[in-house]
C-alpha cells in the first residue's frame, strides 16, 4: 500500500520508492545537500583567511563577486549568496550562507 505522505511502497525498494518520489521533495534534499558542501567549504576555505585567498576560492567554488564580501552562485536548483564580514587584520570573520 502505497501513503502519499511519504510516498513509500513496502512492497518496492528503497531505489524504487526514491524514484517515485515527488519532484519537490527531491528538489529539497538536492538543496539540503549543496547548502552542507557550501557551508563546509566555507569552513575550510574561506572563514579566518585573508580576503584575497577567500575571495579567489569562492571564485574557483564557482561564485561570482558582487561588492566586497558579497557573493553569488547560480545553480540548475538553486540561487545561493555569501555575505562577508571582516576583521580589522583583513581576514574574514564570518561567512553567511543565504
Known amino acids: 500500500m502505497q501513503t502519499e505522505a511519504t510516498w513509500c511502497d513496502i512492497h518496492k ?9 515527488p519532484a519537490a521533495e527531491s528538489r529539497n534534499s538536492m538543496m539540503e545537500r549543496q547548502r552542507g558542501d557550501i557551508a563546509s567549504f ?11 585567498s577567500a575571495f579567489a576560492a569562492l571564485v574557483e567554488y564557482g561564485f561570482t ?3 566586497d564580501g558579497d557573493f553569488f552562485k547560480i545553480t540548475d536548483h538553486s540561487a545561493w549568496h555569501v555575505l562577508m564580514t571582516f576583521n580589522s587584520d583583513g581576514t574574514v570573520a564570518t561567512a553567511t550562507l543565504q
Request: aromatic share 0%; proline share 4%; charged share 30%.
Open 13 to 21: 525498494t528503497k531505489a524504487q520508492n526514491d524514484a517515485n518520489r
Open 42 to 52: 566555507l569552513q575550510a576555505r574561506v572563514l579566518a583567511q585573508p580576503k584575497t
Open 65 to 67: 563577486r558582487e561588492n
